[in-house]
């Protein structure tokens, strides 16, 4: 069994920054990518960023120098910076890892950005 526990979401005013952090723990071994996804309300999820076992990223476009994905591989932990956050940002933010063939997701934390 996994579990993935997310943390840093919150409510911030246009313009400010928020840190996501996700631990991932249970049964794990060798993760291939670790990633944020987002859901705004009426919208459906949607990919924000995500980071492969080799380091390579990417990330929406809407988010593109200004959201920072890393990991933690000795930790099993994946960050989201998020700098410079615009109203449009507000969602349900949710981490996901992939092992192998199957995926897992966390409960979601909230961000809210002020306009």
């Known amino acids: 069994q996994v579990q993935l526990v997310e943390s840093g979401g919150g409510l911030v005013q246009a313009g400010g920054s928020l840190r996501l952090s996700c631990t991932a723990s249970?049964?794990?071994?060798?993760?291939?990518?670790m990633g944020w996804y987002r859901r705004a309300p009426g919208n459906q999820r949607e990919l924000v960023a995500i980071?492969?076992?080799?380091?390579?990223?990417n990330y929406a476009d809407s988010v593109k120098g200004r959201f920072t994905i890393s990991r933690d591989n000795a930790k099993n932990t994946v960050y989201l910076q998020m700098n410079s956050l615009k109203p449009e940002d507000t969602a349900v933010y949710y981490c996901?890892?992939?092992?192998?063939?199957?995926?897992?997701w966390g409960q979601g934390t909230q961000v809210t950005v002020s306009s």
């Open positions: 996901s890892i992939l092992m192998g063939p199957f995926d897992y």
């Open positions: 980071i492969r076992s080799n380091s390579l990223t």
């Open positions: 249970g049964n794990i071994f060798s993760i291939n990518a």
